[in-house]
């Protein structure tokens, strides 16, 4: 930066005086940027969401996350440092002037996948400490990146070789675990399932890694003429779909609300001829 020290005595001579005293300002003016006694700073905050936004999963502070400052109008960034354990962070021995403080975030637009830059602008003053307090940025979560869980089984009712339908329950041979059984999710009642996976040979199933939110457990079963669907509640589907394999949607809705929790569904009960 150039002064009134660079102008020599000569040259200052040969500069009419309105012309000098507007140089010398000009000169000696100090721009944004580091060398003086201000400083900005702030604390980032995460506010996670599922996809649609429609359930706040969590809101913590943003630790390691990259804090960026622009000096005056210019594009290029010029300095950049991580939140702390936090979310804090502060830019020190700053120029008074205009900042902009920026970082990137999740895009706030339901289901897209991009990310935005989420920009503050700060105007700062000799000597001053500007505190911008709580500032936010958003992240989104499918449905599988959580930590939750919702176990539950299936039992297959098999009916005596014997047995003609109507059937009844002196018809019923056992009732067994159902092995290789397809079991659905849905997550926050779409019109069609986020997972699908297999009973064990136990009868056993879990969908691991789940985040807050509604969730509809369901499996198919055939609807025998006078059969015992009503083992299950009354939450039973006729499926419009069927070409006569599987008649009948059995399902069970629960919500997670907290992080970690295991959800234990009442059991299913299946028919198959």
Same mark, same amino acid.
């Given at each position: 930066m150039i002064c009134n020290q660079a102008l020599n005595q000569h040259s200052m001579k040969k500069i009419p005086a309105l012309i000098l005293g507007v140089l010398l300002l000009s000169a000696c003016e100090k721009e944004e940027g580091p060398g003086g006694k201000s400083s900005i700073e702030g604390t980032v905050i995460v506010k996670e969401y599922n996809r649609d936004f429609s359930v706040l999963l969590s809101e913590h502070p943003a630790h390691n996350l990259d804090v960026y400052i622009n000096y005056g109008g210019d594009d290029l960034i010029g300095d950049d440092m991580e939140t702390s354990q936090e979310g804090k962070f502060k830019f020190s021995f700053l120029q008074e002037g205009t900042y902009t403080l920026w970082y990137t975030s999740d895009d706030t637009l339901a289901?897209?996948?991009?990310?935005?830059?989420?920009?503050?602008?700060?105007?700062?003053?000799?000597?001053?400490?500007?505190?911008? %307090?709580?500032?936010?940025?958003?992240?989104?979560?499918?449905?599988?990146?959580?930590?939750?869980?919702?176990?539950?089984?299936?039992?297959?009712?098999?009916?005596?070789?014997?047995?003609?339908?109507?059937?009844?329950?002196?018809?019923?041979?056992?009732?067994?675990?159902?092995?290789? =059984?397809?079991?659905?999710?849905?997550?926050?009642?779409?019109?069609?399932?986020? =997972?699908?996976?297999?009973?064990?040979?136990? %009868? =056993?199933?879990?969908?691991?890694?789940?985040?807050?939110?509604?969730?509809?457990?369901?499996?198919?079963?055939?609807?025998?003429? %006078?059969?015992?669907?009503?083992?299950?509640?009354?939450?039973?589907? =006729?499926?419009?779909?069927?070409?006569?394999?599987?008649?009948?949607?059995?399902?069970?809705?629960?919500?997670?609300?907290?992080?970690?929790?295991?959800?234990?569904?009442d059991d299913f009960y299946i028919e198959q001829e």
């Open positions: 289901g897209s996948p991009s990310e935005i830059v989420i920009e503050h602008p700060v105007q700062l003053g000799n000597n001053q400490n500007k505190d911008l %307090g709580n500032l936010i940025t958003y992240k989104t979560r499918d449905f599988d990146e959580g930590s939750s869980t919702i176990c539950g089984k299936v039992y297959l009712i098999n009916y005596k070789n014997t047995a003609t339908p109507p059937y009844t329950e002196d018809d019923i041979k056992d009732i067994t675990p159902a092995q290789e =059984e397809d079991v659905y999710l849905i997550y926050n009642e779409k019109q069609t399932f986020d =997972e699908e996976l297999e009973t064990n040979y136990d %009868g =056993e199933f879990c969908f691991p890694n789940l985040i807050k939110g509604k969730y509809r457990i369901f499996v198919y079963s055939e609807d025998l003429p %006078g059969g015992e669907y009503d083992f299950n509640s009354e939450n039973v589907i =006729e499926d419009q779909n069927s070409e006569g394999t599987f008649d009948l949607v059995l399902y069970q809705d629960v919500e997670i609300t907290e992080k970690g929790e295991t959800i234990r569904l």
